[in-house]
């Protein structure tokens, strides 16, 4: 027999539980998915592709979580280099580097050997990926931007 209040009417069960559960799955996977100005199809193409080609390629030295392996390479998550220098990343990515390179104040001296067989869109892609995530929010690094950049890499 359902509960009746003062009134005589029926009361109804706490619904709470439920609620509570879907609105914290709700602010969790709003709070986690990327940003709505970055939906295009174009976009989730060249992140997915993106993060399939810097697991393969770049994760082992700059890890999974972009923090980088201590005093030997360089975090690419709040890094002062990667958000004052677009092009020269990727040239990096294409052309590798040797000598010494400085983020965030520290000083970083392992060789960062090149990915020359990446085409131009693979470069994007990763470029896209790595831009957009942890705490980067660029958006879509263009394959045009990119190939752009790359015909103009000098000296890093």
């Known amino acids: 027999m359902p509960k009746v209040s003062r009134t005589g009417r029926p009361v109804a069960r706490r619904k709470w539980p439920v609620v509570f559960i879907l609105t914290t799955g709700c602010l969790l996977w709003l709070c986690t998915s990327k940003p709505s100005n970055n939906s295009s199809p174009k976009f989730e193409q060249y992140f997915v592709k993106g993060e399939q080609l810097y697991s393969a390629h770049c994760s082992n030295c700059h890890q999974k979580n972009g923090k980088g392996l201590g005093k030997l390479y360089p975090p690419l ?9 677009l092009g020269k990343v990727l040239c990096l990515i294409r052309y590798g580097k040797s000598g010494e390179i400085i983020v965030n104040g520290k000083s970083y001296n392992q060789p960062m050997p090149g990915i020359a067989e990446l085409t131009d869109l693979e470069i994007a892609e990763i470029a896209t990926y790595i831009y957009n995530s942890w705490t980067h929010q660029k958006g879509i690094i263009d394959v045009k931007e990119t190939s752009k950049a790359l015909s103009n890499c000098r000296d890093l």
């Not at 998550?77 to 220098?85: E, H, I, R």
């Open 77 to 85: 998550d709040t890094s002062d280099y990667m958000s004052d220098s």
